[in-house]
């Protein structure tokens, strides 16, 4: 959240702002996919009746109009499990042209889930929810398929790899949105810096799993997975003279 925006906006706005911004319009907020991504709930008064719906719930509903009142958003606890010996992982990611706010995103993701080990060593995720946002859609979405798929599986290559297809099936940009392909690239590398700690025979980013290369080989063993080169270039001239750094008049020394 503290990427968003700049601190004088930050202080100026309120997350109700943002939110009804969101649910109104196809307004590219980061703060409806981190709250989305935690499965947060609110509490809306409409005329003189309340009711509490899950935020995805209310992302769905036709635009509000000003009787809506958004009264309160609730993030529930989520803990660790002592027990299942279980730990909650959490982790937010934001593409934009400048990296540090005060620039729409390209699309943003939160994701969490429990991790837990199983007796023979094998790293597990459960509970997943996965929020995508901004790429060119009316609204942030939960890309369940991906979850369904994931939850209670050991993450082998070829595991991941079914997650990176039915990823490319859920993300997909509204027509006339700016550099398409580009944000699914986006949203699978997001996906694999979130997966690749917890995966069998895959290591993080600059690994040798080939995404492109989800062909008939055996791909649960490493040891078949070709090298793969990859490079992604995050700055373009296409904003030019936007973003670079210029001197401001009042410090030059005379
Ligand atoms: C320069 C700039 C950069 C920004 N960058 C980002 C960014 O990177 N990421 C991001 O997520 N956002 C960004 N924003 C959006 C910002 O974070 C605010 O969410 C947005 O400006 C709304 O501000 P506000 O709270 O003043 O809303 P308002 O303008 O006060 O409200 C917006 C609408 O919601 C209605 N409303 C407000 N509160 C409620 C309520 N409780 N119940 C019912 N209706 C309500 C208002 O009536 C109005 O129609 C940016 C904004 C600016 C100006």
Not at 40 to 66: A, G, N
Not at 104 to 118: E, P, R, W
Request: with cysteine.
């Amino acid at each position: 959240m503290s990427k968003v925006a700049t601190p004088f906006v930050r202080n100026t706005a309120s997350i109700g702002g943002n939110i009804i911004l969101a649910q109104k319009y196809p307004f590219p907020s980061d703060i409806a996919t981190i709250l989305l991504g935690v499965a947060s709930t609110v509490r809306l008064q409409v005329y003189s009746k309340t009711l509490e719906v899950t935020l995805e719930e209310f992302l769905e509903l036709p635009p509000s109009d000003p009787s809506t009142l958004l009264l309160s958003i609730f993030i529930p606890h989520w803990a660790s499990d002592s027990q299942k010996e279980s730990k909650v992982i959490f982790e937010t990611y934001r593409a934009a042209p400048r990296p540090l706010g005060n620039a729409v995103s390209y699309i943003n993701s939160a994701m969490l889930g429990h991790v837990s080990q199983k007796s023979c060593g094998d790293l597990v995720l459960s509970n997943l929810h996965m929020a995508f946002g901004a790429y060119g859609t009316e609204h942030a979405i939960r890309a369940t398929k991906v979850e369904q798929h994931l939850n209670g599986k050991v993450l082998t290559p070829s595991v991941v790899l079914e997650a990176v297809r039915l990823l490319r099936e859920t993300i997909v940009p509204m027509k006339g949105t700016s550099h398409p392909e580009y944000r699914v690239s986006v949203a699978v590398g997001f996906l694999f810096s979130f997966l690749s700690p917890f995966a069998k025979g895959i290591k993080g980013p600059g690994n040798t799993l080939s995404i492109s290369s989800a062909s008939s080989s055996n791909t649960d063993d490493p040891c078949n997975l070709p090298l793969s080169s990859r490079r992604e270039t995050i700055s373009s001239d296409d904003h030019k003279p936007v973003g670079e750094p210029i001197k401001k008049g009042g410090s030059i020394c005379r």
